[in-house]
Structures are given as C-alpha cells and as structure tokens.
C-alpha cells in the first residue's frame, strides 16, 4: 500500500511530483459514494398520500417490498414480513439522509396490511442499486382496511359463537386460531385508527379483550384425574407442571366436574450400555379420555439420559430432560390437545 504521509519542509520538484503522483493513486482507490437519485431522498409522506421508499442489489421487487415495510413503518405496524436492517448514510445534491437498505425474509409471523392498489412512483438503477419510491392513497388503504375489519369481525361473530358452543376440549383445540383472529382484528383496528381520527379504537380494544379473556378462561375449567395406576415418577412430575397453570388437578372420583378429564400415563423403560456408559431411555404415553372412556388427546415422548453410575441414575437424569421439555411447551400440547 502506498503511503501518503509525507513530512514537512521543502521538497525537490521531483519529489513534488512524486507526491502528487501518490496523492492521486491513493484517492482514485477510494470507493465512490452511492449516487443516489435526488427523489429517493427528497420525497416525504403528506395528508394524502403515503410515500415508501426502498433499495435492494437484488431485484426491484424486493426492493418495492422494502418500501411497503417503510409505509407500515410509518403507520406503526408491519407487513407479512421479516426486515433485517443496516443503515446507509447517503448524499445526494445538498441533502443528506439516512435509510434502512432492508433484505426481506418473506413468511415472517407479523401483521400483513392490505396494500392494493399502491403504485410505483419512481424507480432508477444505479450503482447496482434498485431504486423505487412506491406510492398509496391514504383514502384508499382506509376504505380497503375498514372493508377488511367488516370481513374479519363478521368471521369472528361466527367463529366464537361455534366456539362458545363447543364441547370443551374442541373448543381448547380452535382457541388457538380464534386468538390469532383476535388478535389480527386488534391490529386491524389500530392500523384503521391511526388513518381515521373519527374511528372508536378504545371500544374495538375493548371488545377484542374481552373475546381474549373469554378464551383465555376456557383452559382454567379444565380439571384433571390421573388414574393411580399410573407411574408415580411420571405423576409428580405432570401434576407440577398442571398446577404450574393453575388447573386443578381431582383426588378421587367423588371430586369429579363436569369438565374433569381422566390421564393416563404409561410408561415404557429400556436400559442398555452404551461405551461403558448406562443409559436409559424412556417412552412415555399420556392418553386423555372424557369420564365415559371415549379418547380426545394422546402425547407420546421419547427422552433419554445416561449416567457413569447406574441404571438409577440414568433414569432419573432422563426424567429430568422430560421435566425440561414440558416445562417448555404449553400445556396443552403437552396433553396432546393442540
């Protein structure tokens, strides 16, 4: 590498010229700055129309999804989906500004707005850059939200009352994607509120927490029984993690409600040697069955644990790993439920 640090004082004009000559080499090995286009970085959102602006080396069409994520940006929420982002700081005329140049894992679980009918304002390539400024008409994305929140809260009317009027174990096994409704309607409503100032977004809120909490509470009526015949190992450890959840677990069958499930457990134990080491593996079965017998859910786990002691030892190591496993699902797919 050249060095382009000279000392002070008086040079010879060969020197000189030498020096110029180095000064020169040095700076043409600079990288150029981005030349981007006066638009990208002028161009600002008004009270009528929203402006998204993105990049990408890859391809324009990734790089107008990068400018949709910059519009749910401005409105607080997001789209279908996942932005890992580095900033870029850019020049261009007498401005400056700074940007996310954003690369988008599509299929991301996040909230997806309904943009239809957006448009692409401008688009350049340069420097191997994609360009674009996409545009949407604020009156529009409104008339296209509230029409989506109608569609989704009529659903809802429907999906709950079938819900409501479910055994319980059927209606645990739909809570999880009546919670996602929910949910999506919560979004929906403050994405419209945040375009419409006139919109009630304190009664939506409260009318989708109250659907949450009713669906929320239908776990806390469950009750279980586990048959005494049951491993007592495998019993102390799924009773902890029921009472964990604050879900009652019934004694004897003099106790039982209505919605008292019976569990039972079964256990299946293989030892054997593995390079001077004793191993244990374990399958378990849970089956969950109504008081008249019939099944509703079943559980199968396969955990192993292996010690330099004893069979003992490398079963209690392997009830161990299955307290760690279930300690981190939810209960109910613990259960088999969901």
């Known amino acids: 590498m050249l060095n382009c640090v000279t000392k002070r004082g008086r040079l010879p004009l060969l020197a000189m010229v030498f020096l110029v000559t180095t000064l020169s080499a040095c700076a043409s090995k600079r990288p150029a700055p981005p030349q981007v286009p006066n638009w990208f970085v002028r161009t600002q959102s008004d009270d009528l129309t929203l402006y998204g602006k993105g990049s990408d080396d890859r391809s324009q069409g990734r790089a107008v999804k990068i400018a949709l994520t910059d519009i749910s940006g401005q409105l607080s929420v997001s789209i279908n989906s996942t932005t890992s982002s580095r900033q870029r700081s850019v020049t261009s005329g007498d401005h400056s500004s700074s940007f996310s140049d954003d690369s988008i894992d599509i299929g991301a679980k996040t909230q997806e707005i309904n943009f239809k009918g957006y448009s692409v304002e401008n ?41 409501e009027n479910a055994a319980l174990i059927q209606a645990i096994k739909s809570s999880k994607e009546l919670t996602g409704q929910i949910l999506r309607a919560q979004s929906l409503a403050k994405l419209v509120a945040s375009l419409d100032s006139n919109f009630n977004v304190s009664q939506a809120r409260q009318r989708y927490d109250g659907l949450l909490k009713s669906v929320q509470q239908k776990k806390s009526l469950l009750s279980f029984f586990i048959t005494p015949n049951s491993p007592a190992e495998v019993q102390v450890v799924l009773a902890e993690r029921i009472n964990s959840e604050q879900i009652g677990i019934i004694k004897n069958k003099a106790q039982f409600k209505k919605n008292t499930h019976v569990m039972e457990i079964s256990i299946k134990t293989e030892n054997k040697t593995v390079f001077g080491s004793y191993m244990t593996i374990l399958q378990i079965q849970l089956n969950l069955k109504e008081q008249g017998g019939n099944l509703v859910a079943s559980k199968r786990f396969e955990v192993s644990g292996s010690s330099m002691n004893d069979y003992q030892k490398s079963k209690q190591n392997a009830l161990k790993k299955f307290t760690r496993e279930i300690a981190s699902m939810d209960l109910l797919e613990v259960l088999g439920i969901l």
């Open 123 to 163: 688009s350049q390539y340069v420097g191997g850059i994609h360009y674009v400024l996409v545009a949407v008409d604020r009156a529009e994305l409104l008339k296209n939200q509230k029409n989506d929140l109608k569609n989704l809260n009529n659903t809802l009317d429907l999906n709950y009352q079938t819900f």
